[in-house]
């Protein structure tokens, strides 16, 4: 069964401090990994796709890595900001259309100032 | 470009009642998926429309149902509503097949069934 598992469920930290995100996946056949950040009542939006020839992309102050021996990814945020603050989705593609992508429950990450 | 639409943003039920949820998705966009997120469960995929035609479904009762137009605008279809029915509603669009390319949510309906 696809899963992903992410830690921690969640995350307090000071406005300009570094933070890393985990997650965990079982998704087999494995297309792409990709996370999401969701502000409270609102739509998710994409930070970063990594095939898994992909060993790190970067989106302004977010890096994602990719292991795919592990089958880990995180999430490093740089220089946190108070807008930080949201959830972060780890997601599982599996290869082909016809398969669903498997979401993690994410991580709720609070930026105090 | 505009961005996915959906429309109502918010929505009050009463119990056995049924409620159609719209998503208009990004012009020239093809694929439309559909996700229910509550607290407990998160993101919980419903089913994905290709071309008018359902490529996908999870585990979700056939209370939950919807389909996809010509325009590629969609809708979702909640019958015979339950109190754990309450959750926030999201569309996301892709130009393709989902699992290939970038997704893109709209700001989702929520839904409050009492």
């Known amino acids: 069964k696809n899963q992903v598992e992410q830690s921690p469920q969640s995350l307090i930290i000071l406005e300009g401090k570094n933070c890393t995100l985990q997650c965990n996946y079982t998704v087999s056949p494995f297309s792409n990994l990709r996370w999401y950040k969701q502000d409270t009542g609102r739509g998710p939006v994409s930070l970063t796709i990594m095939t898994f020839s992909e060993n790190t992309k970067s989106n302004g102050r977010y890096t994602a890595t990719l292991d795919a021996d592990t089958k880990q990814s995180s999430l490093h945020i740089t220089a946190s900001q108070l807008s930080d603050s949201a959830s972060y989705i780890c997601v599982g593609t599996p290869l082909g259309s016809a398969r669903q992508l498997t979401f993690g429950s994410g991580t709720q990450l609070t930026v105090l100032p | 470009k505009a961005g996915v639409t959906q429309t109502p943003r918010y929505l009050i039920k009463t119990r056995g009642q049924q409620v159609t949820l719209s998503c208009s998705p990004i012009s020239g966009h093809r694929s439309v998926s559909w996700y229910q997120q509550t607290p407990g469960q998160g993101l919980q995929f419903l089913f994905e429309y290709f071309s008018e035609t359902q490529r996908n479904k999870g585990n979700f009762p056939g209370r939950f149902s919807g389909r996809q137009f010509s325009n590629s605008r969609s809708e979702m279809n909640v019958s015979t509503l339950e109190l754990g029915d309450s959750a926030l509603y999201l569309c996301?669009?892709?130009?393709?097949?989902?699992?290939?390319?970038?997704?893109?949510f709209g700001p989702g309906t929520r839904l409050t069934v009492t």
């Open positions: 996301a669009s892709s130009l393709e097949t989902v699992n290939s390319y970038e997704q893109y």
